[in-house]
């Protein structure tokens, strides 16, 4: 089990930034990757950003040089750093979280979102 706690959003101008934050509690459990999603009305979850255990990275094309992923690995804890935010860049946004214990499957954990807004 799995628990994700997000932090850090709210309503900034554009230009602005802010600094999302992810708390995992995964009662030992060895945690693969962290990432954010995010979601507007009315449209699909995507990726905004990922990190690997081992340091890879993955960005979405609309979040490379403004946008940065970091981890913690000791505390299981992400962090995505937005600079330069634009307003299209408001949604909920939702931090992720896998797992791959040993002779189990993969499993897939959400927190509970934090809304950024970005006013033009």
């Known amino acids: 089990q799995v628990q994700l706690v997000e932090s850090g959003g709210g309503l900034v101008q554009a230009g602005g930034s802010l600094r999302l934050s992810c708390a995992a509690s995964t009662s030992g459990v060895r945690i693969d990757a962290m990432g954010w999603y995010r979601q507007a009305p009315g449209k699909q979850r995507t990726l905004v950003a990922s990190l690997s255990s081992d340091g890879r990275t993955n960005y979405a094309d609309s979040a490379k040089g403004r946008f940065t992923i970091s981890r913690d690995n000791a505390k299981n804890t992400v962090y995505l750093q937005m600079n330069s935010l634009k307003p299209e860049d408001t949604a909920v946004y939702y931090c992720?979280?896998?797992?791959?214990?040993?002779?189990?499957?993969?499993?897939?954990?959400w927190g509970q979102g934090t809304q950024v807004t970005v006013s033009s």
């Open positions: 992720n979280a896998e797992t791959f214990p040993p002779f189990d499957r993969r499993h897939y954990y």
